[in-house]
């Protein structure tokens, strides 16, 4: 089992900057692809971007040039790093986890970003 804790979302105006912060209850970054999500209503979540084992980051194509991933081991924790934010990145962010031992997928609660002004 793994718990994942997101921390870091608010209210912003266009054109500013959040950080996001996701804590694993464990060290398993060795041993997962870490990722983003979001999902604004009335809208399917979408992978927003990730990081591998190897660090090999992904960023989805609307957010390439503004978000950045990373992660901390010694920490146990993934950042996303969103600037130029824009109305259109409102959503709700999920970090996730997918374990390669088993194939299992794990979310954090998920914390609410909004871009408005």
């Known amino acids: 089992q793994v718990q994942l804790v997101e921390s870091g979302g608010g209210l912003v105006q266009p054109g500013g900057s959040l950080g996001l912060s996701c804590a694993a209850s464990?060290?398993?970054?060795?041993?997962?692809?870490m990722g983003w999500y979001r999902q604004a209503p009335g809208k399917q979540r979408e992978l927003v971007a990730s990081?591998?084992?190897?660090?090999?980051?992904h960023l989805a194509d609307s957010v390439k040039g503004r978000f950045t991933i990373s992660r901390d081991n010694a920490k146990n924790t993934v950042y996303l790093q969103m600037n130029s934010l824009k109305p259109e990145d409102t959503a709700v962010y999920y970090c996730?986890?997918?374990?390669?031992?088993?194939?299992?997928?794990?979310w954090g609660q998920g914390t609410q970003v909004t871009v408005s002004s």
């Open positions: 990081i591998t084992s190897s660090g090999n980051t």
């Open positions: 464990r060290s398993i970054f060795s041993i997962a692809t």
């Open positions: 996730s986890a997918l374990l390669y031992t088993s194939f299992a997928t794990y």
